[in-house]
């Protein structure tokens, strides 16, 4: 009887994987409400082997389980609310990821090789696509060490309309990651960093190109 138990009991558990996101799970994909986003290369979500990245959040993979159809994720997250690790359930369905309660539609529109085929890290990252016409140059880094101009923004959306209230440009340095179109503005996707400290900030951010003119190298 006991044994019967124990046999059962792994049966159900979830079934233990590599400390990385299987491949079917990776790419970029973008909220169904917002068709054209894959266009400007303003992804909602970006999943790598080691990185499940959004407009507000950042998280570090740990380890993968699976249960039934839906992967268990268990990542370190940082966000404005700050840094935690937590489950995240996963599952792919056709061209799209559903994470949580949330369906995002890939960019690609096409589904990726099977999970059983193991991809190194340095090769998981999405091919470089050209940038959106009418983006800037990407440049080095960014820095506002007095305020010279005037405040500049940090926004927490692609759209350039949420602005990030917890950061001050001033004293602030920006990292460009890419060039994107936000609407008619040219804007820059990265992170930023305190002059003073050279500590990041968690999350992913967003600039108006126009607006950080000059402060770039």
């Not at 590599?18 to 909220?31: D, H, K, S, W």
């Not at 268990?72 to 056709?94: I, L, P």
């Not at 602005?163 to 996707?189: E, T, W």
């Amino acid at each position: 009887m006991r044994k019967a138990l124990l046999l059962a009991l792994v049966a159900f558990a979830p079934q233990a994987l590599a400390a990385e996101t299987p491949a079917e799970l990776r790419g970029q994909f973008i909220y169904p409400s917002d068709p054209e986003a894959c266009k400007y290369q303003n992804y909602a979500l970006t999943v790598t082997a080691s990185v499940i990245e959004a407009n507000e959040f950042a998280c570090k993979v740990n380890r993968v389980s699976r249960q039934g159809a839906d992967y268990v994720v268990n990542a370190t997250c940082s966000s404005e609310d700050g840094r935690a690790t937590k489950n995240m359930k996963m599952r792919v369905e056709g061209g799209a990821l559903v994470m949580g309660a949330t369906r995002y539609l890939r960019c690609d529109g096409a589904k990726p090789a099977a999970a059983a085929v193991s991809t190194p890290v340095e090769s998981a990252q999405p091919a470089a696509a050209p940038a959106p016409e009418g983006a800037p140059k990407l440049p080095g880094v960014c820095r506002d060490d007095d305020l010279k101009g005037g405040p500049k923004k940090i926004y927490a959306d692609a759209a350039l309309k949420r602005v990030s209230k917890d950061h001050d440009s001033s004293g602030m340095g920006f990292l460009p990651q890419q060039a994107i179109v936000a609407g008619i503005h040219p804007a820059f996707r990265g992170t930023i960093f305190s002059l003073r400290t050279g500590r990041d900030a968690p999350g992913v951010f967003y600039v108006n190109a126009n607006e950080w003119r000059g402060l770039c190298q």
